[in-house]
């Protein structure tokens, strides 16, 4: 079971890594994007959906198809996607829409906190296909690696208390080990709500024996998603009925809870349909809860309230993985618990080196092996940190009107992480440590100041207007650096 655990982490160890502190960050996808946009005002509360909805609805006008996500006191933009009118069946586009217009945002253009949340489960250069079978086989060996850790580990509760400074080998295994007993139950969680949320893609055999039939099909999908039955057009013109009225009939259907989205079908048509999905906020469900209009009437045709026992398991513990439930105080206990994961799953890494480093003798010269992987976990994990924050400076310094800017701060990303790569490969490690470490202390400390040169929200005034979404970044900015100041500072006498 020693060696399952070791070789279960090590071998997806640096994507299991990348895939925690990503989804960490993602916690608060909603708030990054905010502070991606800062040409936009902040969000004041829960908005009027059904204004904002209609809006949105006569932007759109006849276009044939389209579905929005509505602003629900997090996000200050409408993300939208639509079938263009002359592009075919398959023909979508998606985008950012303006909540107070319903047309495209007048801001930088950039993917915002959906970069970070998309690729902690695909990988961005990656298919969506193989970037989710690539998260899923990861997830299964951090799976084994978590069930062999506590078989293992007799003693686990007992070395929760037990931690001992600068003893090298020994503070890097305290510290793995402290960090999987705090989150224990979580990173269970975690890890295996992860594999449930695409499990008809990890493995789809039984749902191909069991639903054949279009009906069985059909009936699948209302169980999982709010999918507007399937209606053909009649040809005959007719435009939509108010869509602010059937938001408020919805929410007036759900006693008052917040709507999540509005989808359209076959706008500005007879046999047009819409449909108003519940808002995730205060439900640890993610199973589909939408009410089914008549565009053309507004009269309501069905409403979709409960789904069956196996749908709902799945709902709840899908729910439980994204925690978009939560509240505020919650959210950060997210976060706080899936960073101390990130760390479990880092140290671990770094034990393994640490491990076979103080096993040679003098004399021996370190394997090949062992240089190679010193050197990537240097890169796979301060680099990673570095990366993300040279992606976040290059929203502050690209040109805003620049011309597909949101895939430059992505190439940033990407290309700042393989020039952190190389430079581990050419420095001594614990140099390459140090740097990278120091150097993402400072650019985050920097970040900062850069906000308050580049924007009109500052830290001083974001506190005096109580715009706790840019206060709130900036100071989790300075926590960070000093978080990686502290690390470059011990892992002088730590790390080899």
């Known amino acids: 079971m020693s060696g399952l655990h070791i070789w279960a982490g090590l071998l997806c160890g640096w994507l299991l890594y990348a ?13 990054q994007s905010q502070w991606m946009r800062p040409e936009l005002p902040a969000s004041a509360g829960m908005p009027d959906q059904a204004a904002i909805a209609q809006r949105v609805a006569d932007a759109f006008g006849d276009t044939p198809q389209w579905t929005a996500r509505l602003p629900d006191g997090r996000a200050n933009t409408v993300y939208a996607f639509w079938r263009e009118r002359d592009g075919g069946p398959r023909r979508f586009a998606e985008g950012w829409l303006d909540p107070a217009t319903g047309r495209a945002v007048e801001s ?19 298919s969506s296909f193989w970037g989710r079978l690539l998260a899923g086989l990861a ?22 208390f037990t931690f001992r400074w600068g003893k090298g080998q020994r503070s890097w295994l305290d510290a793995h080990n402290a ?8 990173h ?12 008809a893609m990890y493995m789809p055999w039984g749902q191909q024996a069991g639903i054949r039939t279009p009906a069985e099909r059909q009936a699948l999908s209302a169980q999982l998603a709010a999918v507007i039955p399937p209606v053909r057009a009649s040809g005959e013109a007719v435009p939509l009925a108010s869509v602010a009225d059937m938001v408020r009939q919805a929410q007036a259907h759900w006693g008052g809870a917040v709507a999540g989205y509005v989808s359209v079908s076959h706008a500005g048509d007879a046999a047009a349909r819409v449909s108003v999905s519940r808002g995730e ?10 009410v089914l209009f008549e565009g053309a009437t507004g009269k309501q045709l069905a409403a979709h309230d409960s789904v069956g026992a196996a749908a709902e398991t799945r709902g709840v513990l899908y729910g439980l993985h994204l925690g978009r439930f939560s509240d505020s105080v919650t959210r950060w206990l997210y976060f706080i618990v899936s960073l101390a994961g990130t760390a479990m799953v880092g140290t671990g890494l770094v034990l393994w080196t640490v491990k076979r480093r103080q096993k040679l003798t003098a004399q021996a010269m370190p394997s090949l092996g062992l240089r190679t992987v010193e050197r990537i976990n240097v890169a796979a994990i301060a680099g990673l940190s570095l990366a993300m924050t040279a992606m976040l400076w290059a929203n502050r310094l690209l040109p805003v009107d620049w011309p597909g800017r949101a895939g430059m701060e992505v190439q940033v990303f990407f290309v700042a992480w393989g020039v952190l790569l190389l430079h581990a490969l050419l420095r001594p490690v614990r140099q390459a440590w140090r740097e990278q470490l120091w150097l993402a202390a400072a650019a985050l400390a920097l970040l900062p100041i850069l906000n308050a040169l580049t924007t009109a929200r500052p830290l001083w005034k974001s506190l005096a ?4 979404v840019f206060a709130g970044a900036d100071m989790l900015f300075l926590a960070l650096a000093l978080l990686h100041a502290l690390l470059a500072w011990r892992v002088r006498r730590t790390v080899s």
């Open 19 to 31: 895939m925690f502190l990503t989804g960490t960050v993602a916690y608060f996808r909603e708030e």
């Open 108 to 126: 930088r253009d950039t993917l915002g906190g959906e970069f970070f949340y998309r690729f902690h489960f695909q990988f961005h250069h990656l």
């Open 139 to 160: 997830a299964m060996f951090m799976l084994v690696a978590i069930i062999s850790g506590i078989i293992t580990h007799k003693k686990i509760f007992v070395d929760f």
């Open 179 to 186: 960090l999987s007993v705090f989150g224990l139950p979580f």
């Open 188 to 199: 269970l969680m975690i890890t295996y709500t992860g594999l449930i949320t695409l499990m």
């Open 281 to 290: 906020a205060g439900r640890l469900s993610m199973s589909p809860q939408y």
């Open 465 to 468: 207007q109580g715009d706790w």
